[in-house]
């Protein structure tokens, strides 16, 4: 038999993980990735003749099979162009449960920003994943792990927040399956997961553990180029405190589209200095005008005397 | 239908039979245990224990005999620790009741040696000696490629039986040659057409997963575990 080195290891794990898509509309056309709970497949849906995203669990286990239904469900009630719409949602010939969603061709966050975009360009971007987010929300739904692979930015730089497989539904109370961990569950992801997720348990979870989340996000988009008004909106969605955070969504939005748009925001208190530069800026071309003006005054002045 | 129809139904737990007190059963629970385990346990020694490869083939032999002589496996409890790391406690104690003794005596007891190729896997591990990270996670890997192995073997076995040795050739040139080739390169070489190939790949394939699953049932002692185990190969997070 052939000897089985680290390559033939790995074809022989994928060939494994491959779902089993006989007797499905589904043909197999690759795989996008992997994480949250399973591999993600690209396949042409031989009735539709379109190719969508199959979502697909690597092993049989309960606990995980739910999750991802309930991932479909929540899906299913989000419309919104920021978040994936969900299609279909069964059980394969072996077994796994799945759930197709539209294929999303693009890069996600991590690497979309891998190449070089203006502070500007990285608030737009921020505030389209913010109000994504903020529509769940206004659907009684929590994404609970806001993360930069989460995120897929389009070729148009349309938007998607992936993943919602961690999702909370207010008002059903705490319903995934989480593996049984000794003690309460650890849900997130450290690095963007808010003080009251890291401390276990949905107790306490509300919409500003997804402003932490956010807050975090914007940390690490902003990357090197911070200006003291954004760490300010930075530093106050991601307060160790909750009632120290922006109680919601919405605000944290307001405060960034107020900080593109050159005016004072809310989470920052601005010194002399300060608000002179900012409005400066919001109105330098009136400024520009007026100093171009009043230099040409000037020289005209200079030479004619008048 | 079936690829390999007639293929055995699903076989009792490797951790009970090792336990049983019929030879046959015995027999056949260490057949499948040492079958998955010999690498591991041969790459531990060596790497743990830097034990030279004569004295790590002659280890591994023992502490199979031991498992069975011994009843190693009465003293697991698949809710305190996975068999993997249970193994390797008994790897260490091996070696450590081994090093106080003053001279080796190989048992025998009635307990047939494992016929595996420990030249092969001493050639392999110089290869990569360089890249071991730790000897666990060597153990590790080795475990994943000793339950691929023994799935390969099983369904080699069960396709030729069926009359279909054909198609676990289609696997083993398409999924374990560094070079894969084209599925038309391969439809060429069997002399089928290109549909035929991805169909029996397909059934092929389909049919390795189930025997994978088989043998992770058979070596581990509860659904929890089987679960766990399935995790560690087939999960995002296998290595």
Same mark, same amino acid.
């Given at each position: 038999?052939t000897?089985l ?8 794990r994928?060939?494994?993980?491959e779902?089993?898509?006989?007797? =499905?509309?589904?043909?197999? *056309?690759?795989?996008?990735?992997t994480?949250?709970?399973? =591999?993600?497949?690209?396949?042409e849906? =031989? %009735?539709?003749?379109r ?5 697909v ?20 009630? /989000?419309?919104h ?11 394969l010939p ?5 759930? =197709?969603?539209?294929?999303? +061709?693009?890069?996600?966050? @991590?690497?979309a ?5 203006? /502070?500007? %360009?990285r ?6 994943i913010? &109000?994504?987010?903020?529509?769940a929300?206004a659907?009684g739904?929590?994404h609970?792990?806001l ?7 389009? *070729?148009?730089? &349309?938007v998607?927040?992936?993943d ?9 109370? &705490?319903?995934l399956?989480?593996r049984?961990t000794?003690?309460?569950a650890?849900?997130?992801t450290?690095g963007?997961?808010s003080?009251? +997720?890291q401390s ?6 509300d919409?500003?553990?997804d402003?932490?989340?956010?807050? *975090?996000?914007l ?5 090197d180029?911070?200006?003291?008004? /954004?760490?300010g ?8 405190r ?10 944290l939005?307001? @405060? ?17 200095? @300060?608000?002179?530069v900012?409005?400066?800026?919001r109105?330098r071309? *009136?400024?520009g005008?007026?100093l ?7 020289l005209?002045?200079l030479?004619?005397?008048? | ?20 007190a ?16 010999w !690498? ?10 830097? $034990? ?6 002659d ?8 498992l069975?002589?011994n009843?190693l496996?009465s ?5 305190r ?5 249970y ?33 092969d896997?001493?050639e ?6 360089d890249?071991?990270q ?14 691929f192995?023994?799935a390969l073997?099983?369904?080699?076995d ?9 198609h676990y050739a ?13 599925y038309?390169?391969?439809?060429? $070489?069997f002399?089928i ?9 397909f059934?092929v !394939?389909?049919?390795? $997963? ?5 043998v ?6 509860s ?9 560690a ?5 296998a290595?």
């Open positions: 038999m000897r080195d680290d390559g033939a290891l790995s074809r022989l994928a060939a494994v993980r779902p089993d898509l006989s007797r =499905t509309k589904y043909r197999l *056309a690759g795989v996008a990735g994480g949250g709970m399973g =591999t993600v497949y690209v396949v849906d =031989t %009735e539709l003749k190719r969508v995203a199959l979502k669990i690597d092993v049989p286990d309960a606990g995980i099979e739910a999750r991802l239904r309930r991932e479909a469900q929540v899906l299913a009630r /989000l419309e162009p920021g978040i994936v719409p969900v299609h279909d949602v069964g059980s072996d077994g796994r449960a799945f759930y =197709t969603m539209k294929w999303v +061709q693009g890069d996600r966050l @991590d690497r920003l891998a190449r070089p975009l203006p /502070l500007a %360009e608030l737009r971007l921020f505030l389209r913010a &109000e994504a987010v903020a529509f929300h659907q739904v929590l609970r792990d993360k930069p692979e989460n995120v897929m930015v389009g *070729a148009f730089g &349309e998607l927040v992936l919602w497989g961690l999702a909370k539904v207010l008002g059903d109370g &705490e319903l399956p989480v049984d000794g003690e309460s650890v849900l997130g450290a963007f997961m003080p009251e +997720q276990g348990g949905s107790a306490g979870v919409a500003r553990t402003v932490y989340s956010l807050g *975090a996000l940390r690490w988009m902003a990357a180029h911070s200006p003291a008004a /954004l760490r909106i930075i530093a106050k969605a991601i307060a160790e909750q009632d120290d955070r922006y109680p919601d969504i919405p605000s939005a307001q @405060d960034v589209s107020r900080l593109l748009d050159g005016k004072a925001v809310s989470a920052y208190r601005e010194t002399f200095f @300060d608000r002179a900012r409005v400066a800026k109105h071309i *009136a400024i005008i007026v171009t003006y009043l230099a040409g005054r000037a005209i002045f030479f004619t005397g008048r | 239908m079936d690829l390999v129809r007639g293929f055995p139904p699903t076989r009792h737990s490797a951790l009970v039979s090792v336990r049983s019929d030879a046959t059963e015995r027999a056949r629970g260490l057949a499948t245990l040492s079958s998955v385990y !690498r591991p346990v041969y790459s531990y020694l060596r790497f743990r224990w830097r $034990r030279p490869h004569e004295d790590a083939a280890l591994a032999q023992e502490f199979f005999t031991e069975v002589e009843d496996l003293r697991f409890d698949p809710s620790a996975r068999l993997r790391t193994l390797r406690v008994c790897i260490d104690g091996l070696v450590s009741n081994h090093d106080k003794a003053a001279g080796r005596q190989k048992r025998g007891g009635g307990v047939e040696p494992v016929p595996f190729d420990f030249e896997a001493r392999e591990l110089e290869r990569v000696a890249t071991v730790s000897p666990e996670s060597l153990f590790e890997k080795q475990w994943a490629r000793g339950v192995a023994t073997r099983r369904l080699r069960a396709c030729a039986q069926a009359g279909k040795a054909g289609l696997l083993e040139q398409y999924d374990l040659d560094d070079a894969r080739p084209t038309a390169e391969l439809a060429q $070489r002399g057409a290109v549909t035929d190939v991805t169909n029996r790949l059934r !394939r389909r049919e390795l $997963r189930h025997v994978v699953l088989e992770l049932r058979e070596l581990t002692a659904e929890e575990e089987f679960l766990e185990e399935a995790r190969l087939l999960g995002e997070d290595a």
